[in-house]
């Protein structure tokens, strides 16, 4: 059972920068993805960013360019560094964390931390 717990949300205005961390409760180096997911009041969850424990990544179009995910495997934690924050990033952000034991899948999911753009 792996533990996510997020941390960095609040209220910035458009333009803004905010960081999100999210840390593992168990090694992750043993967490095969890792990535960050949204939920806008009305609408449903979507992938933001993801990363492998071999450091690929990959991104939702929306947030190319703005946003960057990275991971500190010494630390068991992932981050998303959000630019240019606008409105519509506006949501409750999830951290995932995917893990692979033979031919079993896990998915884990924080808490949620709340993100607020205002215009």
């Known amino acids: 059972q792996v533990q996510l717990v997020e941390s960095g949300g609040g209220l910035v205005q458009s333009g803004g920068s905010l960081r999100l961390s999210c840390a593992a409760s168990e090694s992750s180096f043993s967490i095969n993805v890792m990535g960050w997911y949204r939920q806008a009041p009305g609408k449903q969850r979507e992938l933001v960013a993801v990363?492998?424990?071999?450091?690929?990544?990959n991104y939702a179009d929306s947030v190319k360019g703005r946003f960057t995910i990275s991971r500190d495997n010494a630390k068991n934690t992932v981050y998303l560094q959000m630019n240019s924050l606008k409105p519509e990033d506006t949501a409750v952000y999830y951290c995932n964390a995917e893990v692979y034991s033979g031919i079993h899948g896990y998915i884990y999911w924080g808490q949620g931390t709340q993100v607020a753009v205002s215009s």
């Open positions: 990363i492998t424990s071999g450091g690929s990544t």
